[in-house]
């Protein structure tokens, strides 16, 4: 994980009852991308945290914010 | 938008690829000894030197094309998303370090013994490329792995 990202996507997928592969098609990227971002291997881009965000319907700032 | 088959393809596609990269290293580093055996295969300089030139570009172009050619642009956008993309800069990166230490482990050498100009590009070439490649590789690899 990135210091300091705080990281929710694992979470709010669950929530909604979505597997890996289910997120990956709504958003258009591989399984493994959502994999990494989940797991805080890869700090996604702007575009692909926004993609993430409007495909589970919350602001992206819920998903990701700041440990401070 | 991908369909599910084509996310599946360039699963497949991604995970044939990370498996690929370092066996194609171990390949292309087990063969140096025919390389530098001199005098003991009865191969020309000249072939030896070809053949491995040949075998440096095909792993050279296969690190750095894109992956899912000839499958579609939705295929070839999933094998080579922002993840590899990232992974693969980082196996440059890996490449260039293995090459500038290569350089230092010959200048170290040519103290004791006469390296040839030849053989040290080809050691430069040998090590950055597989270092690269096996980086790729085990990125790939750790970025399809669960949990």
């Known amino acids: 994980m990135a210091e300091g990202l705080v990281n929710r996507l694992r979470d709010l997928r669950a929530e909604r009852d979505l597997t890996q592969a289910a997120l990956a098609e709504l958003v258009g990227v591989s399984r493994k991308t959502v994999n990494t971002v989940e797991n805080g291997v890869f700090v996604p881009s702007v575009a692909l945290a926004l993609k993430l965000a409007r495909a589970l319907g919350c602001p992206v700032e819920t998903l990701f914010s700041l440990d401070d | 938008m991908p369909t599910s088959a084509e996310h599946e ?83 440059y990166a890996a490449g260039f370090w293995a090459a500038m230490a290569t350089v230092f482990g010959i200048y170290g050498l040519s103290v004791f013994d006469n390296i040839q100009g030849r053989e040290s590009l080809h050691l430069i070439m040998t090590f950055s490329l597989a270092a690269a490649l096996i980086t790729f590789g085990m990125l790939e690899k750790r970025a399809l792995r669960d949990g």
């Open chain 2, 9 to 91: 393809l360039a699963d497949r596609l991604t995970r044939r690829r990370a498996r690929m990269m370092p066996a194609l290293a171990a390949l292309f580093l087990a063969g140096q000894p025919f390389y530098f055996a001199r005098n003991q295969i009865a191969i020309d300089t000249q072939i030896k030197t070809a053949v491995w030139l040949a075998w440096a570009a095909i792993l050279l172009l296969a690190l750095a094309m894109d992956g899912g050619h000839f499958r579609g642009r939705a295929v070839r956008d999933l094998v080579e998303d922002e993840v590899t993309r990232a992974n693969r800069l980082r196996a």
